[in-house]
């Protein structure tokens, strides 16, 4: 719906409308100017946003920075408007009884007072939130002294972070993305003019907003998808490369320990994504010019389809099925110790374990309100979790055999489950009670799903067919041959016109619903393709193989156009992110591992002097005892070698008159965590640089020369660096005129 000012003739017939409605505002509108605004603004956001608002949704959008509003009070203000405005049962939603009152209030003619304000409220909001961003973010947001320590040893951390953080700049961080998402584009100069201030704030100020979401412990990552949702259609190819890399930015610095030292953002987390991007020549020079004093990571040959995170299940715990949650910041998998677990997107953190099934989980999903979890086990029954409690709050009883799939309704009211009993059943979820039982298959039903309009049920089964059944009836409407194998996963597209299928014969295949005829197959795995599923603007699709192999497909032309390598294990279960800009999978070696969608990334004994002690200064490794640095310089015997206080500097006296400092951090070496520590004698040790562990043999030691490798190397170089109480150095702020 347009939500520009309407000029129009009016008629006898809305002069009585508008008169009606003119009565409706005169009683419902508080007199109070303070009160009057929140009411106005909450009127404002219901009729002119993208998508029907929650309550829960509407109180940030409609509250000031500097006012602490509750759900409450914004539910006592829609009761004002009760003769215009209501509460679904069903969802929550707040919405208009008739269309014919946004036609009233957004009209420039019929109602002057309310028109302008309404139609530009969130372009207004949003160009507010992003306006005192520009204004009052900056490098350092804070105040650390050195980039040598972690946060938690930082005693004056919580002070500076609230003198530095106003209430004002805190609600524009949290909250610009969810005014933006809510603006349609009917307006085109307000669009045009806020993919200025995007590409503004994307180019100069995000990494401050990272930093400064992430000292009031937010999360970007629902922003960032709600700007790449709002942007996706906008085609300004600058703005998108810029939100993809800082939603792997993002990812990757929370997923690591670097996270536990904020200025790690820049200096280990930022370095390396750099390097990366320019492995991988995607243009980062918008932030590249302005961080001279980061270290040089020179990355050659390294694989970059390296997963954005890896979620590791405890050993030897193969995980069968995994699931984004709708709002994309949960992960829930099923795995073979009969658990089905919830993990952070964000973090790779486990935030959740359901116990209750006595066998292996082999399919799990979110319900579309994100707050049940449905189950399949090998222990022949369905059951329903509570995503808040972890508590169990159904089962469902009825299969005779292992349940391979389960799928919540588009409305969240039904589930289907597929079982090794050959029947596909359909269960209440508020009940537990079956509804529906669909028998046809002649063998074990591996994958079932429903349409995107709930009409219809998709199955695929070991006696090599898909089939499509009708919900209301549960009769068989479709019976598709054409795989030569089993059928262990089935999909419906979005818009439900086609329905993906992949099986034991190695094949990704696409059929018409409408005449269940093949439009499309797709060759190029190795071994049996065990998951299949559509993007969520049916554009691509994913499949998951026991070849070890993630890959994504173009649905028009049936192209691969990416391959996932990364998994050391057969991949059991993949799927897209609801935004489409990740996928995730789940596999035997362990693991969940979660993908770029455009990139396909993933975030003793001392020998060494050879005689007497002379001239040089050797630094040695007090555990294992191996050499890791030596400094010439000395002309004469070096009678005195000592630390600094904080382990980055030796200091050496000789008798050639002389007394000389060398920098430790030149020699280091890297500790589990993938921290990367100068080799001291101090307590204490300088927290230099963070690299991903998984990627340490690629990494070039000081004292190696040549490292050759079929997985590439990594060379970092500290020489230019700005460190410790250094680092204000890193950031260089762009000209006045720039």
């Known amino acids: ?318 995980v069968h099925s995994v699931s984004f949650s709708p709002d994309g910041t949960r992960i829930v998998s099923g795995s073979r110790d009969h658990t089905v677990r919830v993990w952070d997107t964000a973090t790779g953190e486990q935030v959740a374990k359901m116990d209750g099934h006595s066998n292996s989980v082999h399919s799990v999903s979110f319900s579309p309100d994100g707050t049940r979890i449905v189950s399949g086990s090998r222990d022949h029954t369905v059951r329903v979790w509570d995503t808040t409690t972890g508590e169990q709050v159904a089962k469902m009883d009825g299969h005779n055999g292992c349940v391979w799939s389960v799928s919540f309704s588009p409305d969240g009211t039904c589930i289907v489950s597929g079982s090794h009993d050959h029947t596909v059943q359909v269960w209440d979820t508020a009940t537990g009670e079956q509804v529906a039982k669909m028998d046809g298959h002649s063998n074990s039903v591996h994958s079932v799903s429903f349409s995107p309009d709930g009409t219809r049920i998709v199955s695929g089964s070991d006696d090599n067919t898909v089939r499509v059944w009708d919900m209301a009836t549960g009769e068989q409407v479709a019976k598709i041959d054409g795989h030569d194998s089993i059928v262990w996963s089935v999909s419906f597209s979005p818009d439900g016109t086609r329905i993906v299928s992949g099986s034991y014969d190695t094949t990704v295949r696409v059929w018409d619903t409408a005449i269940g005829e093949q439009v499309a197959k797709m060759d190029g795995h190795n071994d049996s393709v065990h998951s299949v599923s559509f993007s969520p603007d049916g554009t691509r699709i994913v499949s998951g193989s026991h070849d070890h192999t993630v890959r994504v497909w173009d649905t028009t032309t049936g192209e691969q156009v990416a391959k996932m390598d990364g998994h050391n294990g057969r991949v059991w279960s993949v799927s897209f992110s609801p935004d489409g800009t990740c996928i995730v999978s789940g596999s035997d070696d362990d693991t969940v591992q979660v993908w770029d969608t455009a990139t396909g990334e993933q975030v003793a004994k001392m020998n060494g002097h050879n005689g007497i002690v002379w001239s040089t200064v050797q630094v040695w490794d007090t555990v294992t005892g191996e050499q890791v640095g030596k400094m010439d310089g000395h002309d004469s015997i070096v009678n005195s070698v000592s630390f600094l206080p904080d382990g980055t500097r030796i200091v050496s006296g000789s008798h050639d008159n002389t007394v000389r400092v060398f920098d430790s951090t030149s020699f280091w070496a890297m500790d589990e965590d993938g921290w990367i520590l100068p080799i001291t004698l101090a307590q204490s040790h300088p927290y230099i640089f963070w690299y991903p562990h998984t990627l340490k043999c690629t990494l070039i030691h000081p004292l190696c020369k040549v490292l050759i490798s079929k997985f590439g190397h990594t060379r970092i170089d500290f020489t230019k660096a700005a460190l410790g109480s250094n680092w204000h150095s890193v950031y260089q702020p762009p000209s006045a005129s720039s």
């Open 1 to 318: 719906m347009d939500t520009r000012p309407i000029t129009v003739e009016v008629g006898e017939e809305e002069l009585l409308v508008d008169s009606l409605y003119k009565v409706i505002l005169k009683q419902a509108l508080p007199q109070r100017r303070r009160a009057r605004g929140l009411a106005e603004r909450i009127l404002y956001a219901v009729l002119t946003a993208r998508r029907p608002l929650t309550i829960s949704k509407l109180t940030p959008l409609v509250a000031l920075s500097t006012e602490d509003l509750d759900e409450q009070a914004v539910a006592t203000n829609i009761n004002r408007f009760h003769a215009v405005l209501y509460v679904s049962g069903q969802d929550q939603q707040v919405m208009t009884y008739h269309k014919s009152f946004s036609d009233f209030l957004l009209s420039q003619s019929r109602c002057p007072d309310h028109a302008n304000q309404a139609s530009s409220y969130f372009f207004d909001r949003t160009s507010e939130c992003l306006q005192v961003m520009d204004n009052f973010l900056h490098f350092n947001m804070g105040s650390f002294a050195s980039s040598y320590f972690l946060d938690v040893d930082d005693t004056d951390l919580a002070s500076r972070v609230k003198a530095n953080i106003s209430q004002e700049l805190k609600y524009a961080c949290r909250f610009w993305a969810m005014h933006l998402s809510s603006m349609r584009h009917s307006n085109k100069a307000n669009t045009q003019h806020l993919e200025q201030l995007l590409l503004r704030f994307f180019c100069h100020k995000v990494l401050f907003w990272m930093e400064t979401m992430h000292l009031v412990r937010g999360d970007c990552r629902p922003a960032i998808h709600l700007a790449r949702d709002w942007a996706h259609n906008l085609h300004v190819i600058q703005l998108n490369v810029l939100m993809a890399a800082v939603d792997r930015l993002w990812a990757s610095f929370m997923s690591s320990p670097s996270s536990k030292s904020t200025p790690h953002l820049y200096i280990s987390s930022l370095a390396t994504q750099l390097a990366m991007s320019k492995m991988h020549s995607i243009p980062l020079s918008e932030w590249q010019s302005h961080f001279p004093g980061l270290p040089d990571v020179q990355c050659m040959g390294i694989n970059h389809q390296h997963p954005l995170l890896v979620i590791s299940h405890p050993a030897h715990v193969h």
